[in-house]
T-cell receptor, first 115, second 115 residues
Framework: DADVTQTPRNRITKTGKRIMLECSQT?????MYWYRQDPGLGLRLIYY???????NKGEISDGYSVSRQAQAKFSLSLESAIPNQTALYFC??????????????FGPGTRLTVL | GESVGLHLPTLSVQEGDNSIINCAYS??????FIWYKQESGKGPQFIID?????DKRQGQRVTVLLNKTVKHLSLQIAATQPGDSAVYFC??????????????FGQGTILTVHP
C-alpha cells in the first residue's frame, strides 16, 4: 500500500547535522502525524497537524520541528541531530470519519542512525 | 499521565491455535480503541477498532473485546497462522478536547506462531 510514502527509508548521519524526513500521502486526509519508535517500545508522538495551518507538539517534540507544506506533505526536521535520536520514524495520516472514528494509516518508516 | 500498557510482552502459539493478546488502559475518558499489527520492517497496520459503546466487535478471524469496568482490551485471533507473527499494539484516544485524534500506544506484544 503506497498511500503513505516516506523518504528516505534509511539514513545514517553524524551528530550535529540537520536532517529532514519527508512524508507524502495520496489518501486525501487532513490529519498527519510523526512518531518515533525505539526498540521494544511503542510509538511516541512527536508532532501532529490537523490541517495545513495547524501544527501541534506531541509528547516528545524537543529537538524536532515540522513543516506542513501542503495537505499531502508533512516534513520532520532534526535541526542538530544527536545519537539518542537514532530510531525508526513513522508518518501517519487520518481522516475523522463517521461516528468520530479516526483510524491512522502509517507509512513504511524511516530508519535513522545518528553517529 | 495516562497510559496504555500490555500485560504480556511475548506470546508463542502453535499454528491453528487461538491467540489472545491483552491490553490495559488507564484513561477512563478513552472512548475509541484500535489494534495494530506491525510486521518486521513495516509500519503498523490497522486490524480492528472498537468504540466504548460496544463490548465486542468481530472481523475476519479477529475479535476485539472491551471491558470498560476494568479498563481492559483484548484481541483474539482465531486459527492463528504463521503470517500472523508480528508485534501487536493497542492504541487509544478520547473524544473531545485537545487530545482527540491523538493516539496513545501500548508497549506491544510479540506474537510468534510456530508451524
Amino acid at each position: 500500500d503506497a498511500d503513505v510514502t516516506q523518504t528516505p527509508r534509511n539514513r545514517i548521519t553524524k551528530t550535529g547535522k540537520r536532517i529532514m524526513l519527508e512524508c507524502s500521502q495520496t489518501k486525501g486526509h487532513d490529519r498527519m502525524y510523526w512518531y518515533r519508535q525505539d526498540p521494544g517500545l511503542g510509538l511516541r508522538l512527536i508532532y501532529y497537524s490537523f490541517d495545513v495551518k495547524d501544527i501541534n507538539k506531541g509528547e516528545i517534540s524537543d529537538g524536532y520541528s515540522v513543516s506542513r507544506q501542503a495537505q499531502a506533505k508533512f516534513s520532520l526536521s532534526l535541526e542538530s541531530a544527536i545519537p539518542n535520536q537514532t530510531a525508526l520514524y513513522f508518518c501517519a495520516t487520518s481522516d475523522l470519519g463517521g461516528q468520530g472514528k479516526d483510524t491512522q494509516y502509517f507509512g513504511p518508516g524511516t530508519r535513522l542512525t545518528v553517529l | 499521565g495516562e497510559s496504555v500498557g500490555l500485560h504480556l510482552p511475548t506470546l508463542s502459539v502453535q499454528e491453528g491455535d487461538n491467540s489472545i493478546i491483552n491490553c490495559a488502559y488507564s484513561n477512563s475518558a478513552s472512548d475509541y480503541f484500535i489494534w495494530y499489527k506491525q510486521e518486521s520492517g513495516k509500519g503498523p497496520q490497522f486490524i480492528i477498532d472498537i468504540r466504548s459503546n460496544m463490548d465486542k466487535r468481530q472481523g475476519q478471524r479477529v475479535t476485539v473485546l472491551l471491558n470498560k469496568t476494568v479498563k481492559h482490551l483484548s484481541l483474539q485471533i482465531a486459527a492463528t497462522q504463521p503470517g500472523d507473527s508480528a508485534v501487536y499494539f493497542c492504541a487509544e484516544t478520547s473524544a473531545g478536547g485537545t487530545s482527540y485524534g491523538k493516539l496513545t500506544f501500548g508497549q506491544g506484544t510479540i506474537l510468534t506462531v510456530h508451524p
